[in-house]
Nanobody, 118 residues
Framework: QVQLVESGGGLVQTGGSLRLSCAAS????????MGWYRQSPGKQRELVAR??????????NYADSVKGRFTISRDSAQNTVFLQMTSLKPEDTGVYYC?????????WGQGTQVTVSS
């Protein structure tokens, strides 16, 4: 059973930074894509950033609202995917979930809370 464990959330002021980590229980290269989603109060879960790979090609995708502020990266030695968040805004508040996709199956972490105070 695949396990994804997020960490790094917390309370930060507007303009601050946080780095989220998602540790996978197996090689991150076994997944077609890994990403971060968030669910803000009263809203549906939305994609924040995703890194996908096929062969030697790697693609990064970001929600328009976070482009230029968030960066997704990975460390294969640690089987970990990161989300570096800078210039945080109150609207970035929510529970951030790590997701891994392989074949027809998605795996989710338990989520980590990010709260940005104004």
């Amino acid at each position: 059973q695949v396990q994804l464990v997020e960490s790094g959330g917390g309370l930060v002021q507007t303009g601050g930074s946080l780095r989220l980590s998602c540790a996978a229980s197996e090689s991150i290269f076994s997944f077609n894509a890994m990403g971060w989603y968030r669910q803000s109060p009263g809203k549906q879960r939305e994609l924040v950033a995703r890194i996908s790979s096929g062969g030697s090609l790697v693609a990064l995708n970001y929600a328009d609202s976070v482009k230029g502020r968030f960066t997704i990266s990975r460390d294969s030695a640690q089987n970990t995917v990161f989300l570096q968040m800078t210039s945080l805004k109150p609207e970035d508040t929510g529970v951030y979930y790590c997701q891994a996709h392989r074949s027809l199956q998605d795996y989710w972490g338990q989520g980590t809370q990010v709260t940005v105070s104004s």
